[in-house]
Nanobody, 126 residues
Framework: QVQLVESGGGLVQAGGSLRLSCAASGRTFSSYTMGWFRQAPGKEREYVAA????????DYADSVKGRFTISRDNAKNTVYLQMNSLKAKDTAVYYC???????????????????WGQGTQVTVSS
């Protein structure tokens, strides 16, 4: 069982930066692929980024590539999402999720993630 708690969301101006954190409980955290997803009002939840168990492999949605960076610290049971050059269209509730697959097989598939956090709101003002 893995419990996930996101933090770090807030209101930021366009062009600014935020760093989201996702703290995980459970001794198996280090073996999980971790992902970030987001959901804007009236839209479906969409994939943002993922990282494999060791942090050696990452993947990004085209919409955030070059602006967002996912990382993890297994000693702290935490995964991060550094978001730079934020745009109004990045406004959404951001969720972290855990997939028991250790490597990135199909990181964009929502159904592959067994555990989800409650989400943190990110609002980018233009």
């Amino acid at each position: 069982q893995v419990q996930l708690v996101e933090s770090g969301g807030g209101l930021v101006q366009a062009g600014g930066s935020l760093r989201l954190s996702c703290a995980a409980s459970g001794r198996t955290f280090s073996s999980y692929t971790m992902g970030w997803f987001r959901q804007a009002p009236g839209k479906e939840r969409e994939y943002v980024a993922a990282i494999n168990w060791s942090g050696t492999s990452t993947d990004y949605a085209d919409s955030v590539k070059g602006r967002f960076t996912i990382s993890r610290d297994n000693a702290k049971n935490t995964v991060y999402l550094q978001m730079n050059s934020l745009k109004a269209k990045d406004t959404a509730v951001y969720y972290c999720a855990a997939d028991s697959s250790s490597e990135l097989i199909a990181p964009m598939l929502i159904e592959d993630y067994e555990y989800w956090g409650q989400g943190t709101q990110v609002t980018v003002s233009s």
